[in-house]
T-cell receptor, first 114, second 115 residues
Framework: KNQVEQSPQSLIILEGKNCTLQ??????????LRWYKQDTGRGPVSLTI?????NTKSNGRYTATLDADTKQSSLHITASQLSDSASYIC?????????????FGRGTQLTVWP | EADIYQTPRYLVIGTGKKITLECSQT?????MYWYQQDPGMELHLIHY???????EKGDLSSESTVSRIRTEHFPLTLESARPSHTSQYLC??????????????FGQGTRLTVV
């Protein structure tokens, strides 16, 4: 069964600190992995997208890693800001069909305190 | 900034009413999707479309229906709303490419409450 599991479920950190969010998946055949940021009551916004051959990708203070062998990904946030408070969702796409079906994790709810 | 728009953002409606949630995108994307998301839960695909006159049901059974008469427009309709339909509905779109490595852009969502 294709699944995406994220940990931790929630995380509280102080402003300026770094944190790392984890994503494990069992989606096969694998096409790509995406990290999205979703503010409360809003739609998800893409942070990174990585294919099988990529093992790291950065977008400002966000750095995503991918280990396609162990089927794990992480999202590292450096020098956190209050505006980073949001849910971070790991999404894995398969390549079994033209649709490129997306499998969503439940997200990690990050809260940044001043 | 994604050019995909959903209206209304919030809707409170009585049981039994018919409602239509609007979704429009100006990116010329062929693929469009509707997802349902409850608080703290993952997104579930309820409908998708490959292009004009193409509509398919997603993974999560839904009493809603969709239509795709124009490329840019993908409305979702509930003929008779019930409290169990209370949820957030997210529309998304992406290019149609064989390698599926395309960005999916999401709208802001419609928060539906049926009382």
């Amino acid at each position: 069964k294709n699944q995406v599991e994220q940990s931790p479920q929630s995380l509280i950190i102080l402003e300026g600190k770094n944190c790392t969010l984890q994503c494990n998946y069992t989606v096969s055949p694998f096409s790509n992995l995406r990290w999205y940021k979703q503010d409360t009551g809003r739609g998800p916004v893409s942070l990174t997208i990585m294919t099988f051959s990529e093992n790291t990708k950065s977008n400002g203070r966000y750095t995503a890693t991918l280990d396609a062998d162990t089927k794990q990904s992480s999202l590292h946030i450096t020098a956190s800001q209050l505006s980073d408070s949001a849910s971070y969702i790991c999404v894995v796409s398969d390549r079994g069909s033209t649709l490129g079906r997306l499998y969503f994790g439940r997200g990690t709810q990050l809260t940044v305190w001043p | 900034e994604a050019d995909i728009y959903q209206t209304p953002r919030y809707l409170v409606i009585g049981t039994g009413k018919k409602i239509t949630l609007e979704c429009s995108q100006t990116m010329g994307h062929d693929k469009m999707y509707w997802y349902q998301q409850d608080p703290g839960m993952e997104l579930h695909l309820i409908h998708y479309s490959y292009g004009v006159n193409s509509t398919e049901k997603g993974d999560l059974s839904s009493e809603s229906t969709v239509s795709r008469i124009r490329t840019e427009h993908f409305p979702l309709t509930l003929e008779s709303a019930r409290p169990s339909h209370t949820s957030q509905y997210l529309c998304a779109s992406s290019e149609l490419r064989a390698d599926s490595n395309t960005e999916a852009f999401f709208g802001q969502g419609t928060r539906l409450t049926v009382v």
